[in-house]
Structures are given as C-alpha cells and as structure tokens.
C-alpha cells in the first residue's frame, strides 16, 4: 500500500450513522467487571436485613388473599385482577408472583429475595444506559473520558438510596420494580440498536420489554415516547430523523400500548373507583393543584430522605400556602424542563425523564392516594444522575476541590448506605411499621387503624380500643372495618354491649362486607346466640365463597351444635381451599372420629401433626382415633407425646390409661 494510499484512508469519513466506539469497547475487561460488582455488592449490603419484612397493606390483597396466582397452570391468572380491588391486572406482575407461591407458598422471604434481585437488575441497566449516554455526541467532550465513573457514582447513589427502600421493601411494589427494569432495558435496547451493527436483536429486546413492562405497571405507557425524545436528544437531532432511520423500533413500541389497551380492558368493572376520573372522593382540579406539594416533597427526599414515612395519605391542598410555596420550584422546573428540549440542551432529558415518569401519578389524574414514595423509584434516578454530572461540571477543573467533593460523595454514599440499613428493619413487623407511621403522620386515620387492627390480632386490646377510636375519629376511608375491628377488641376486653353496636355500625357502612359479618358473628357466639352466629356466618360465606377461615368458624359452630355432618362438610371445604390448615385437619378429623369414621379421620390428623409436629392437642386426638381405630400401639406413642407436652391433660391421661 502507497503512502498516498494509507493516508487517503485514514483521512476517509465515517460511514454514514456510525457511532464512535463506547468506552466499554475499549476498555480491558477487569476494569469493565469492576462497576457492575461494586453496584451488586452495594445493593446486597445497603438490603442484606431486608429479607425477612411482612405483608403489608396492599400485599394482603393481591398476595396473600390472592386465589389467582396459587397455581402456574392454566395461565388464566395472568389476566385475572386481584379480588376486591378495582385495578387492573399486571400479569407479569402476577406471574412472578405465582412463581414464588410455588416455590414457598407464602414464606415472605423468597419474595423479598426476587424484589432485591429486580432492584440490582435495574441498577446494572441504569449504569449501561447512563456509561452508553455520556459518551454520545452532545455530552462526550465533557464526559466522554470518565463516563464510567460518572455512570457508576450516578448508579450507585440510586441503589442504595433510601428513598427506594419502600419500592425494595414492599413486595406488592415489585410492579413498579419490573416496571422500571423493563423501562430501563426498553431504552438499552434502543441505544443498541443504534450502536450495534446487529440493530435487530437490540430492537426486538428494547419491543419485547416495553411490552412485558406494559404488563407489569400502566406508568409504562410513557415509555415509547420517553425513548423517542432521548433520541431526539442524543442520536438523531429530531424527531423526525429518529423516524425515519428507526422506523422499525417505534412502530413495535408504539404496538405495545395495544398490551396496556388488552390489560386495562380486563380490569373489573366496579361502581366506585380508586383511580382515573371516576374516583369521586378527590377532583381532577383538587388532585392537580395538591401536586406540586407532593413532588416538592420528593425532591426533598431525594436530597436528604429523613424522615421517610411508609403511607402519608396526603391531603388536598386548600390554603393559599400549600398551594403556592411548593410551585415557586416545581413551575420553573417544569418550564426550564420545556425550555432546555427546545434548545436541544441535554439537560433537558433529565427534566423529561422524571416529570413524565411521574405524569400518570403525579398530574390531574385522580388516584386515591395522592402520594407514595415509591413513586419516586425510577424518577430519581434524574437526580442521583443531575447531581453527579452537575458536580463533576462544576469541581473537575479544581484538583483541590474535587478531592473535597469526592470526599463529600463518598461520606453521602456512606451516609445513604447507613439510613438503608436502617430503614429496612421497620419492614420486619407491621405494627412497628404502622407505629412509625402514625409517630410521622399522627392524623393519618389508616395508620391508626392499620396499628389498632395489629394490636388486635396480637391480643393486645388495651392498646388497640383507643388506636381503633382515634381512626373512627378520624374518618378513615373504610370506616367499617374501624368499627369491625374495634368490636372484636371489645369483646375480646368483655365489653359485649360495646361491641354489638360497632359490629352494628360496621354492617350499617358496609353491609355486603364478609369480615363485619364474621366479626358480628364471634361476638354473638360469646354470647352464646349460636344461631344468629350461624346466620351472619352463612351471610359472610355467600358475601366471600373462597374464605377459607369463614368455613372452618361454622364448622366450628356446628359441632359444638352437635352437627356433626354439617361440620364436616364444612372442615372438608376449609382444609380443600387451603391444603396447610392444620387446625382445619385437625377439627375434621375430631369431628370424624365423634361420628365414628376414625379411618378417615386418621389422614386429617396425620397431615396435621406435620404440619403442626409439636402440638399436644394434634397428638391426643390422633392417639384417640388411632385407639378407637384399634392400632393401640401407635395410640400409646401419640398419648404419651401428648402429655410430655401438657402434663396436665385430664383426658389424654385418661384415654392412655385406658389402653394400658
């Protein structure tokens, strides 16, 4: 080859649309592995006590009485909404759901294992996106050369902030964690798709997780447009011109709204709504002025997150004050947002990226609660992202002032890292996390209720009456289950009168709620009025023909009725809805072995003795129909655990002496 030659080649243009080599090309690959392990490993040590949290709140409805996703086949669960709710379904959402019920039924941990495992996912994809971003063209003279560090502190700050704990920690918000991994993986697609030789792959990845995202959380509805004005701003220059080379790319995106239409049309049709326009209690003009509060206050989180609450039930905006004060911030930055995408500045995405996130829970649409912090999960990563930037901007040229404001970041990393930890525990026990709540936000009438109602299952009455009271004093929004729950505490204290007028009450509020009748009717079977107990009992099963609790109370009944068939049909029903009611196998089979099926009733008492292996009462009535069967050895065994367990049972030493 001439000189002339060599020359005339290298002088040669770029091939039309070429990109420049990332960093992560060619970079050597120890150094490559590096940011993804310290993001991993900053993840698992920010959440490391985060895997034994409880149920809370909407996790009882859509997990733990959720029916649809106790089984993988057939699929139909997918579409099916979660009973007694108004939303549509996520089935995504459910499927991964259903996923962990078959592997541990309801054992809290593997589901908080795969929220920690969405969470670092979506952190990886966040620092591709962002390592990928800055050495596009607009951005590469100012941060080309440490786009991966900037990306990796950008990236790092996000996962292990403390604002994301209730997004991590609340397992029903693992809608809005796959919804921001498919999100994220949505717009690594497309940037591959840009950059990779092989567009098609990339382009069928970015399509196929903006469809999965569609079905894990309707906010993906954004995502389509979102990526269009990321390229505008860092590929293509126009809307237009992304149009036109990718066309491809957007007719799949713009064909995944189809999904989010497919999703919204199974939701089910109730009279009252908790979201959209046709929720009655806030208006579109009530919710929208009641905003810009409600995102000033996420931006204080985001910079400094003390104190974060777990439900803050917001209220409206109606002074002067409430309304104006947190618009001086938000306006301008919604303007300066508006003003910077005109001017192609890429300033302007990180505007985009976090009020148009946000636009579906944060505009004019109603929704019942008017703000959540893990509304804020897939927005801040905006301003993690803003503040490295902007600091690297402004310190870099200062060799002294930028070791200060590494130290500075390292300290805040550390400091974030800490309030993590923290935080994670209040997870670990409702009433710890409703006491919290109430401490935080003492006028939230949920938050009394939600605690009074814990110290009620705990059998801690004297705490619970006045914590129940405060909520109805408070109007909470299901008022009926206040009074519901603070008659069940008042008899349980022997305050029976009391109790009969809120169990009153709670079915004058709600007369189709099952739980006011199953309440009602304890109560009336303290009283011994068995069959007005019997009545609301029966009332309750037809309101909620699935409850398994609901048939195993009037079965209970009806044997101490003598009933003993009617019992059994109902012990049969109870332990066929949930195959681990050890208390259901156990009545079954006393109730089977009263009428003289001992050999039925053995199975029952087995399966319950496994499930419950040290409990007296299991062992003695195994050991008595194993007597009554004839199989008196094994009966022996069965009686003598009994009593090693409760020396002081009168009939067991009765029966085993029997045997002798």
Same mark, same amino acid.
């Given at each position: 080859?001439?000189?002339?030659?060599?020359?005339?080649?290298?002088?040669?243009?770029?091939?039309?649309?070429?990109?420049?080599?990332?960093?992560?090309?060619?970079?050597?690959?120890?150094?490559?592995?590096?940011?993804?392990?310290?993001?991993?490993?900053?993840?698992?040590?920010?959440?490391?006590?985060?895997?034994?949290?409880?149920?809370?709140?909407?996790?009882?409805?859509?997990?733990?009485?959720?029916?649809?996703?106790?089984?993988?086949?057939?699929?139909?669960?997918?579409?099916?909404?979660?009973?007694?709710?108004?939303?549509?379904?996520?089935?995504?959402?459910?499927?991964?759901?259903?996923?962990?019920?078959?592997?541990?039924?309801?054992?809290?941990?593997?589901?908080?294992?795969?929220?920690?495992?969405?969470?670092?996912?979506?952190?990886?994809?966040?620092?591709?996106?962002?390592?990928?971003?800055?050495?596009?063209?607009?951005?590469?003279?100012?941060?080309?050369?440490?786009?991966?560090?900037?990306?990796?502190?950008?990236?790092?700050?996000?996962?292990?902030?403390?604002?994301?704990?209730?997004?991590?920690?609340?397992?029903?918000?693992?809608?809005?964690?796959?919804?921001?991994?498919?999100?994220?993986?949505?717009?690594?697609?497309?940037?591959?798709?840009?950059?990779?030789?092989?567009?098609?792959?990339?382009?069928?990845?970015?399509?196929?997780?903006?469809?999965?995202?569609?079905?894990?959380?309707?906010?993906?509805?954004?995502?389509?447009?979102?990526?269009?004005?990321?390229?505008?701003?860092?590929?293509?220059?126009?809307?237009?011109?992304?149009?036109?080379?990718?066309?491809?790319?957007?007719?799949?995106?713009?064909?995944?709204?189809?999904?989010?239409?497919?999703?919204?049309?199974?939701?089910?049709?109730?009279?009252?709504?908790?979201?959209?326009?046709?929720?009655?209690?806030?208006?579109?003009?009530?919710?929208?002025?009641?905003?810009?509060?409600?995102?000033?206050?996420?931006?204080?989180?985001?910079?400094?997150?003390?104190?974060?609450?777990?439900?803050?039930?917001?209220?409206?905006?109606?002074?002067?004050?409430?309304?104006?004060?947190?618009?001086?911030?938000?306006?301008?930055?919604?303007?300066?947002?508006?003003?910077?995408?005109?001017?192609?500045?890429?300033?302007?995405?990180?505007?985009?990226?976090?009020?148009?996130?946000?636009?579906?829970?944060?505009?004019?649409?109603?929704?019942?609660?008017?703000?959540?912090?893990?509304?804020?999960?897939?927005?801040?990563?905006?301003?993690?992202?803003?503040?490295?930037?902007?600091?690297?901007?402004?310190?870099?040229?200062?060799?002294?002032?930028?070791?200060?404001?590494?130290?500075?970041?390292?300290?805040?990393?550390?400091?974030?890292?800490?309030?993590?930890?923290?935080?994670?525990?209040?997870?670990?026990?409702?009433?710890?996390?409703?006491?919290?709540?109430?401490?935080?936000?003492?006028?939230?009438?949920?938050?009394?209720?939600?605690?009074?109602?814990?110290?009620?299952?705990?059998?801690?009455?004297?705490?619970?009456?006045?914590?129940?009271?405060?909520?109805?004093?408070?109007?909470?929004?299901?008022?009926?289950?206040?009074?519901?729950?603070? @008659? %069940? +505490? $008042?008899? !349980? &204290?022997? #305050?029976?009168?009391? =109790?009969?007028? *809120?169990?009153?009450? /709670?079915?004058?509020?709600?007369?189709?709620?099952?739980?006011?009748?199953?309440?009602?009717?304890?109560?009336?079977?303290?009283?011994?009025?068995?069959?007005?107990?019997?009545?609301?009992?029966?009332?309750?099963?037809?309101?909620?023909?699935?409850?398994?609790?609901?048939?195993?109370?009037?079965?209970?009944?009806?044997?101490?009725?003598?009933?003993?068939?009617?019992?059994?049909?109902?012990?049969?029903?109870?332990?066929?809805?949930?195959?681990?009611?050890?208390?259901?196998?156990?009545?079954? @089979? %006393? +109730? $089977?072995? !009263? &009428?003289? #099926?001992?050999?039925? =009733?053995?199975? *029952?008492?087995?399966? /319950?003795?496994?499930?419950?292996?040290?409990?007296?009462?299991?062992?003695?009535?195994?050991?008595?129909?194993?007597?009554?069967?004839?199989?008196?050895?094994?009966?022996?065994?069965?009686?003598?655990?009994?009593?090693?367990?409760?020396?002081?049972?009168?009939?067991?030493?009765?029966?085993?002496?029997?045997?002798?």
């Amino acid at each position: 080859m001439s000189r002339q030659q060599d020359i005339s080649r290298a002088s040669a243009p770029p091939k039309k649309n070429a990109l420049p080599k990332t960093a992560t090309t060619s970079t050597p690959w120890p150094r490559r592995i590096l940011p993804p392990l310290l993001i991993i490993l900053a993840g698992f040590v920010a959440y490391h006590n985060s895997f034994d949290g409880a149920f809370v709140l909407d996790d009882i409805r859509h997990i733990v009485d959720n029916h649809h996703i106790r089984r993988l086949w057939p699929p139909d669960y997918l579409l099916n909404a979660p009973p007694k709710t108004d939303v549509a379904p996520r089935p995504i959402t459910n499927l991964t759901l259903a996923i962990n019920y078959a592997a541990g039924e309801l054992h809290v941990r593997g589901y908080h294992i795969v929220n920690l495992l969405v969470h670092l996912f979506s952190a990886l994809l966040l620092f591709g996106v962002l390592q990928r971003t800055l050495t596009q063209e607009p951005l590469r003279a100012h941060y080309g050369t440490q786009s991966t560090w900037l990306a990796l502190t950008a990236t790092l700050l996000w996962t292990i902030h403390p604002l994301n704990t209730q997004c991590v920690n609340y397992v029903i918000q693992r809608a809005e964690g796959l919804m921001a991994l498919f999100y994220l993986l949505t717009l690594y697609g497309a940037i591959r798709s840009v950059e990779s030789t092989h567009r098609w792959p990339w382009t069928a990845i970015a399509v196929t997780a903006c469809a999965l995202g569609m079905g894990s959380k309707p906010i993906m509805a954004t995502a389509p447009l979102t990526i269009l004005l990321y390229d505008r701003a860092f590929l293509s220059g126009s809307i237009m011109a992304a149009l036109r080379r990718r066309p491809g790319l957007y007719l799949g995106l713009a064909a995944t709204w189809g999904v989010l239409l497919l999703v919204q049309a199974h939701a089910p049709n109730v009279p009252e709504s908790s979201a959209g326009f046709g929720y009655k209690d806030v208006s579109p003009l009530e919710y929208l002025r009641t905003q810009s509060g409600a995102l000033f206050h996420y931006l204080r989180l985001a910079l400094w997150p003390n104190p974060l609450c777990f439900d803050y039930k917001w209220p409206v905006a109606r002074s002067t004050s409430e309304i104006l004060f947190p618009s001086l911030l938000i306006i301008p930055l919604l303007l300066g947002t508006i003003w910077t995408s005109i001017r192609r500045r890429p300033i302007g995405f990180l505007g985009i990226w976090f009020f148009l996130i946000l636009a579906p829970t944060s505009s004019f649409i109603p929704i019942a609660d008017l703000a959540f912090e893990f509304r804020m999960y897939l927005p801040l990563a905006a301003v993690t992202t803003f503040i490295i930037t902007a600091g690297w901007t402004l310190c870099h040229r200062n060799r002294t002032v930028l070791r200060l404001s590494l130290a500075l970041l390292a300290a805040l990393i550390g400091t974030y890292t800490m309030l993590t930890i923290r935080r994670n525990p209040i997870y670990r026990d409702r009433l710890l996390l409703w006491q919290d709540t109430v401490t935080k936000r003492p006028t939230n009438p949920r938050a009394h209720m939600s605690a009074g109602k814990e110290l009620t299952d705990r059998g801690n009455f004297a705490e619970a009456i006045p914590a129940l009271t405060q909520a109805i004093a408070l109007k909470p929004d299901d008022e009926w289950i206040a009074h519901s729950t603070l @008659g %069940v +505490a $008042l008899t !349980a &204290a022997g #305050r029976h009168q009391e =109790a009969l007028d *809120h169990h009153k009450e /709670a079915l004058r509020l709600n007369p189709a709620g099952a739980l006011a009748h199953t309440n009602m009717a304890d109560t009336l079977a303290r009283l011994g009025k068995l069959d007005e107990m019997i009545e609301h009992t029966k009332i309750a099963l037809g309101l909620s023909p699935t409850d398994p609790d609901i048939r195993y109370n009037l079965a209970y009944t009806l044997m101490q009725q003598g009933k003993l068939e009617e019992a059994i049909k109902y012990y049969t029903e109870a332990v066929h809805l949930r195959p681990s009611f050890a208390e259901a196998h156990c009545n079954l @089979g %006393v +109730a $089977l072995n !009263a &009428a003289g #099926r001992a050999d039925e =009733a053995l199975p *029952h008492l087995r399966r /319950a003795l496994a499930l419950l292996p040290n409990n007296a009462r299991i062992h003695k009535q195994l050991g008595k129909a194993l007597a009554r069967s004839g199989q008196r050895e094994e009966a022996r065994v069965h009686l003598t655990k009994a009593l090693q367990l409760n020396p002081s049972d009168a009939e067991a030493q009765h029966t085993l002496a029997s045997l002798q």
